[in-house]
Structure formats: structure tokens, C-alpha cells
């Protein structure tokens, strides 16, 4: 596979991976992915900076910017570093006119790219079964546990 079509994967793998972790209701697995993939790019000169914008969420009401950064066809935001403020331009708000190409890939077929590229192991999960359920609020229950019928017999008063 040539570079290209592998980097135009890669680009594609971290659009779509970006569209479903804003959307989720536990994104840092994918923002984690998305980041270490384009952290890597950068480092192969596969992917540039281009600048700094203000985000359109700011953190505790306070503005901060983000890292703009090209990937092939595709740009993307990620946390800037401190050199980053250092070197590069600061592009001001965000331009909302600007889309990146529209993509079709599903998500497991994203991560499996990313995953390959940025040469990640999932963690092995420990199967269902073998957990038991501990709570300090949680009392066993004792319904259907009586012997029935009983074996012993009651002293009359």
C-alpha cells in the first residue's frame, strides 16, 4: 500500500473517529486515539500545523486555543503544546464556513486503522461472568431460601 492511500486512510480513520467521540458518552478512549495518531503523523512530516484558533467551548469560561492541524485533505484540532504558542500564528476565531470532505467509514473499521497505525493493544477485559456484584448497600436476600416443607416441628405454649 502506498503512502498516499494509507495516509488518506489515516485521515479518514480520524475524521471518523472525531464525528463519534464528540457525540459519545465516554469520548476520551477516541480523543485519546485521534490525538496519538496525529501526535505520530506530525513526528513522520506526514501531517503540518498550520495554526492556533480560540476553541468555541471554553473551559471553565475561560477562552483557550487549539492546535489546527492538516492531515491530507482533513483538518483537526488537538491540544497545543507550549511551544506551539511560541512558534506558530494565532488564526483568531474559529471558521465555521470550512468543512472537511464528507466520509464514509464505520467506526470499529476507523479504529481498527488507527490502532494499526499508532500500533495500540486494546486491554483485555476480564469476562462477565467471573465478576461478582459488591456493594457495601447491597443485602442478600433470604426469599425462597426457607425449607419447605419445614423439618422442624414448633413447641405448642
Do not use: C
Amino acid at each position: 500500500m502506498t503512502d498516499s492511500v494509507r495516509l488518506n486512510d489515516i485521515a479518514k480513520a480520524i475524521f471518523t473517529v472525531n464525528r463519534h467521540a464528540k457525540t459519545a458518552p465516554e469520548p476520551q478512549h477516541l480523543y485519546f486515539i485521534k490525538k496519538e495518531a496525529i501526535t505520530r503523523l506530525l513526528k513522520e512530516k506526514r501531517a503540518a500545523k498550520i495554526g492556533l484558533h480560540y476553541s468555541d467551548h471554553p473551559k471553565l469560561s475561560n477562552q483557550h486555543s487549539t492546535l489546527l492541524v492538516k492531515v491530507d485533505d482533513y483538518y483537526f484540532h488537538i491540544p497545543p503544546s507550549k511551544e506551539d504558542f511560541k512558534e506558530l500564528e494565532h488564526l483568531g476565531a474559529l471558521d465555521e464556513n470550512y468543512r472537511n470532505p464528507q466520509t464514509k467509514m464505520s467506526l470499529s473499521q476507523a479504529k481498527r486503522v488507527l490502532y494499526q497505525y499508532i500500533d495500540w493493544k486494546p486491554k483485555t477485559k476480564r469476562p462477565i461472568a467471573s465478576r461478582k456484584y459488591s456493594s457495601s448497600y447491597f443485602t442478600p436476600s433470604s426469599l425462597g431460601k426457607m425449607e419447605w416443607p419445614p423439618t422442624k416441628k414448633r413447641s405448642e405454649f
